[in-house]
């Protein structure tokens, strides 16, 4: 696996972390505003993108991509389970009128 996919996987590893716990800190009513949701948008092609470019790199030299998809699927996992958190905090304790 060539440096740069390597350096681009422990990147997306480094952002998800970071949005986890950005997610999971910030108001979901300021959440918006700071531009998690894009954060999500952009990991989740970044992701994708790593995906191909590992299976296509893996499929030209024979090597095993297995390590490299483990971690790309468990960044993108990290916050995809924060968003399964905040949805079932947000559907425990509806927002009451006043």
Do not use: K
Not at 33 to 53: P, Q, T, V
Not at 54 to 61: A, L, M, N, P
Not at 75 to 96: F, G, K, R
Request: hydrophobic content about 45%.
């Amino acid at each position: 696996m060539t440096p740069v996919l390597m350096r681009r996987i422990a990147e997306l590893e480094l952002d998800a972390a970071v949005l986890r716990h950005r997610l999971l800190h910030i108001p979901l009513a300021l959440q918006e505003d700071c531009g998690l949701w894009a954060s999500h948008r952009i990991i989740g092609r970044e992701a994708l993108s790593l995906f191909r470019a590992v299976r296509q790199e893996t499929r030209d030299s024979g090597e095993d991509c297995d390590p490299a998809l483990g971690r790309i699927e468990a960044a993108y996992q990290l916050v995809h389970d924060a968003i399964l958190a905040l949805s079932e905090l947000a559907l425990a304790n509806p927002p009451t009128r006043h």
